[in-house]
């Protein structure tokens, strides 16, 4: 499976957009790029994810590079609700392999008010 | 729907005793997953089920522990017996199965071996 690379910890502002940068430089053709957060005390919760194309939902927008090799996990308009801890995780999509979420540290975002 | 259910939410118990957990996945939902949670580790799969049958184990720890899935809408994780490395936080997910379809966690269970 493809590693995927995020920053530590970030800080965003209350009401503003929070950009979560992720790595996977390893990526190959058949893979997805899953969302997970994890907010304290709670199991981790689904946010979003795509193949190829830039998906949104009413949580987030995912912008995946058209080499797939980076994406971008975007709240539009962060809450200290969403203060959680972000995972990046790329999903294979053969049958043999596809039902593994491998979830690594994440990355640990903080909204102040 | 009532999401993923497990039980109990926290559980202490002394080393050397069996403990069980229990999952009550969505109704619907083909696939099953017992994951381990532990500060050290990191969130871990332990076993992973497809139509009530075990596929992938591999996570499992040891012979201490033993999961089974009688029915589309329980599954058990025993640990016998246990141990104080044992205490982690064991979370229980469902889905459908296939990479398009996202996994929904259960609220947890915090297990705490003394």
């Known amino acids: 499976d493809a590693k995927t690379t995020q920053p530590p910890s970030m800080d965003c502002a209350e009401g503003r957009a929070a950009n979560l940068p992720c790595n996977h430089s390893t990526i190959s053709g058949n893979e997805y790029v899953y969302w997970y957060r994890q907010i304290h005390s709670q199991g981790p919760q689904y946010i979003i994810h795509g193949l190829k194309n830039n998906e949104t939902n009413e949580m987030a927008s995912l912008i995946i590079t058209e080499d797939r090799k980076s994406s971008t996990l975007i709240l539009p308009h962060a809450t200290l609700r969403d203060t959680a801890v972000y995972y990046c995780?790329?999903?294979?999509?053969?049958?043999?392999?596809?039902?593994?979420?491998?979830f690594g540290a994440g990355t640990t975002v903080t909204v102040r008010a | 729907d009532a999401g993923v259910i497990q039980s109990p939410r926290h559980e202490v118990t002394e080393m050397g005793q069996e403990v069980t957990l229990r999952c009550k996945p969505i109704?619907?939902?083909?696939?099953l997953f017992w994951y381990r949670q532990t500060m050290m580790r990191g969130l871990e799969l332990l076993i992973y089920?497809?139509?009530?049958?075990?596929?992938?184990d591999s996570g499992m720890p040891e012979d201490r522990f033993s999961a089974k899935m009688p029915n589309a809408s329980f599954s058990t994780l025993k640990i016998q017996p246990s141990e104080p490395r044992d205490s982690a936080v064991y979370f229980c997910?469902?889905?459908?199965?296939?990479?398009?379809?996202?996994?929904?966690f259960g609220p947890g269970t915090r297990l705490t071996v003394t």
């Open positions: 997910a469902s889905s459908l199965a296939g990479a398009e379809y996202e996994q929904y």
């Open positions: 109704s619907g939902h083909n696939s």
């Open positions: 089920f497809n139509n009530n049958v075990p596929i992938d």
């Open positions: 995780i790329v999903r294979s999509s053969s049958p043999s392999n596809d039902y593994k979420l491998s």
